[in-house]
């Protein structure tokens, strides 16, 4: 088993729509949680940063952490065209020094205008 | 803030020949750098940490003598490619941290080497 599974997809919606982007992982050891965005031949950016769990909110991103499921999600609201991309969830632990980051395989997203 | 860049984002080289990439974090001293690999459709493989003024320490099954990464100073890690052959051709990635242990990485757009 992976220690952290996302679904490759790939994921087309609508334009305006809600898109719900989820990993799960086996690790109880994980801590911190990110969610970056990748455009094709570009390094991932960034986008939602989180260590506890609950919700926590950016603009039209929402990003859910359910520490007890061990599971992650990031909502987009208002889906645009440009938020087209590759979601890559990401998290690590919080113990030591040396913090490995484990990725997810990361969903490609479309938005269809 | 936190603007990682990488130089060159494209290199085309001959099998055989050494390449270099450079990582630098333009505006945070950036006490760790991470190496990274994509191949197409696949997640983010990471090669190597590396700590400024210290050796890097590299994952199960990455080659050090092949990979040679270098973190002179708090801006700048360079990951030389060496000999490289056609396997070698991939998308590399580097990332770098602050000094605080909860800051999260920060990554750079990516090196596309093709080795012909």
């Known amino acids: ?113 | 803030g936190a603007v990682v860049s990488q130089h060159p984002s494209r290199v085309i080289c001959k099998s055989g020949t050494s390449v270099k990439i450079e990582c630098r974090s333009l505006d945070f001293q950036a006490t760790t750098m991470f190496w990274y690999r994509q191949f197409p459709k696949k997640s983010l493989m990471l090669m190597a940490t590396s700590n400024e003024g210290s050796k890097a320490t590299y994952e199960q099954g990455v080659e050090k003598d092949k990979f040679l990464i270098n973190h002179a100073s708090l801006t700048l890690s360079t990951l030389t490619v060496t000999s490289a052959h056609p396997e070698d051709s991939s998308f590399y990635i580097c990332s770098a941290r602050g000094w605080q242990l909860t800051e999260t990485q920060y990554f750079g757009p990516g090196t596309r080497l093709l080795v012909l």
């Not at chain 1, 499921?69 to 040396?98: E, N, V």
């Open chain 1, 1 to 113: 088993q992976k220690e952290v599974e996302q679904d490759p997809g790939p994921l087309s919606v609508p334009e305006g729509a809600i898109v719900s982007l989820n990993c799960t992982y086996s690790n109880s050891a994980f801590q911190y949680f990110m969610w970056y965005r990748q455009y094709s031949r570009k390094g991932p950016e960034l986008l939602m940063y989180t260590y506890s769990s609950g919700n926590k909110e950016d603009g039209r991103f929402t990003a859910q952490v359910d520490k007890s499921s061990k599971y992650i999600s990031l909502f987009i609201r208002d889906s645009q065209p440009s938020d087209s991309a590759t979601y890559l969830c990401a998290m690590r632990s919080r113990s030591g020094g040396y913090q490995k980051v484990t990725f997810g395989t990361g969903t490609k997203l479309q938005v269809i205008p």
